[in-house]
């Protein structure tokens, strides 16, 4: 890691603070197993197959927290590229464009600058995993029925964070010497949901090509 992207990410430049497992709870431990295979080097694609005897939810939901603690600030690291005036529309290129829409503000879909976008999408999945009704933190409380379906939306809307990023944005990405890790957590995102079918593949399709490259 180059030292210009160290200070970054030493800066930890998120929106908000990172939501942490508590030591002492399965999910924290669960969480210590998925840090120490990939700190160990295990192959990614061995590396998100689902540790024996632990449950779905559970390696699920601590991979959502983590990749919104990760991709938060791979967003952070460019946001200062990402103004109004640069990118007036939420896209991956010409041809996809992404607009915002939620159970509040926004009850149809609205087209919406990036940042604009990247705000309320942040602000949206940190009312998410901070719901103890949608991710209950207490061993024992089960998880409701609807999560894997919550699950599925927060990663759908983070792989667009993604296709910003490297559609408009992988200049500044190589520039500050982030390139290698931005990637590396783009392989282990992309093996996670599909090793578990968590996105449409109609979804993928703006990083097809690229995908294809890296991780094939």
Known sequence: MSMALKQVFNKDRTFRPKRKFEPGTQRFELHKKAQASLNAGLDLKQAVQL???????????????????????????????CTDQICPV????????????????????TALS???????????????????QIFPTNVGTPFPKTFM???????????????????????????????????????????FVTEFSLIDHKELEPLKEMTARMCH
Not at 58 to 79: C, E, K, P, Q
Not at 114 to 132: F, G, T
């Open 149 to 191: 379906q919550v699950a599925k939306k927060i990663l759908s809307r983070l792989f667009r964070v993604f296709v910003h990023v490297y559609i408009h944005h992988f200049d500044r990405v190589s520039q500050m010497g982030a390139e290698a890790h931005v990637n590396t957590c783009y392989k282990h995102f992309y093996y």
């Open 51 to 81: 540790p024996h005897g632990e449950d779905l939810n559970d390696w699920v939901a601590v991979h959502v927290v983590d990749f919104f603690n990760r991709i938060n600030l791979i967003y952070g690291t460019i946001s200062d590229s």
């Open 90 to 109: 939420m896209s991956g290129g010409p041809k996809y464009e992404y607009r915002w829409q939620d159970e509040q503000k926004y009850k149809k879909p």
């Open 114 to 132: 990036a940042p604009k976008y990247m705000s309320l999408l942040m602000e949206w999945i940190e009312v998410q995993i901070n719901n103890e």
